[in-house]
């Protein structure tokens, strides 16, 4: 097997080891316990480059077939089908991957996670036709879960300029649809600072933002921000937000409180742009 990147993920476990289980489940808790330990190894054993050691080859090829045999003697088993796709996706065999992910779907239509799986993979090829269409099935199936409606979101925003040529949408139902989808992810994880400020920041991408209501998205992004570097990052986008309103002092007072070399470039940019705010009034 050639070398490869490994694709960091956490794998969901589907069955419990109980009192009289299967055969069948034994050996697939089997398999998943060798492949958690593989990752685990893989995982410390990665170069400079971000590569698993050509070492763990041997083991990946052994696991690999194991699956495979697996599959094939139990071809309708949807957990298996799910996990087997995420290993072959892990370890770089993205096109098989996406076989088994289709083949579950097939199986069991109703499971967002597979849904997900998909939209994954169409993302990634620029698919994102199909793509849009997994991640609203996987939103309809779990609207309670906020990383369907964000994954949702990055897709709308990655494609959308494709979207709107096409005439999927019209730029206007596209702002409202991406806007729904990173407000939805927030408001189901309140807690969850980088869902904050992805939201914060999709108002930028809209063609008529509510700066008000971003600034609002800002002020409680401030409340979780603990880090320095989190805190001088909400104030930065506070100081765009606030010159973007007219609210130019308060713009200046908030980026006087950005001081981290590594936000510079960008400190600069806002601070521009509050003097030409302030050259045109």
């Given amino acids: 097997m050639k070398r490869f990147l490994l694709i960091y993920f956490v794998i969901s476990l589907f069955v419990s080891a109980q009192q009289g289980e299967s055969l069948a489940d034994k050996r697939l808790m089997k398999i998943v316990h060798d492949q958690q330990r593989l990752m685990a190894q893989a995982e410390t054993g990665k170069d400079a480059d971000d590569y698993v050691n050509t070492s763990s080859e041997p083991q990946i090829r052994q696991l690999a077939a194991r699956w495979s045999r697996y599959i094939n003697d139990h071809p309708k088993d949807v957990e298996a089908r799910l996990l087997y796709g995420k290993f072959l996706r892990t370890f770089g065999e993205s096109e098989s991957a996406i076989l088994e992910f289709l083949a579950a779907d097939a199986l069991e239509p109703e499971l967002p996670v597979i849904k997900q799986q998909i939209g994954n993979y169409y993302a990634e090829h620029g698919l994102y036709e199909e793509a849009l269409k997994a991640f609203i099935q996987a939103v309809e199936l779990a609207p309670e879960e906020s990383i369907y409606h964000y994954q949702l979101g990055e897709v709308l925003y990655r494609y959308r300029w494709q979207i709107i040529e096409d005439d999927i949408y019209t730029r206007a139902t596209l702002d409202e649809q991406m806007s729904r989808a990173f407000g939805q992810a927030a408001q189901l994880a309140p807690e969850d600072l980088g869902l ?25 992004c401030a409340s979780l921000a603990e880090s320095h570097v989190h805190k ?3 104030h930065l986008h506070q100081a765009r937000v606030a010159a973007e309103m007219g609210e130019l002092e308060i713009a200046k007072t908030h980026l006087d409180s950005v001081t981290m070399k590594a936000l510079a470039k960008s400190e600069a940019r806002v601070r521009a742009m509050i003097q030409a705010r302030v050259e045109g009034n």
């Fill in 196 to 220: 904050q400020m992805r939201y914060a920041e999709s108002f930028y991408d809209l063609e008529s933002p509510d700066w008000a209501k971003a600034a609002l998205q800002l002020e409680h």
């Fill in 232 to 234: 001088q990052t909400v």
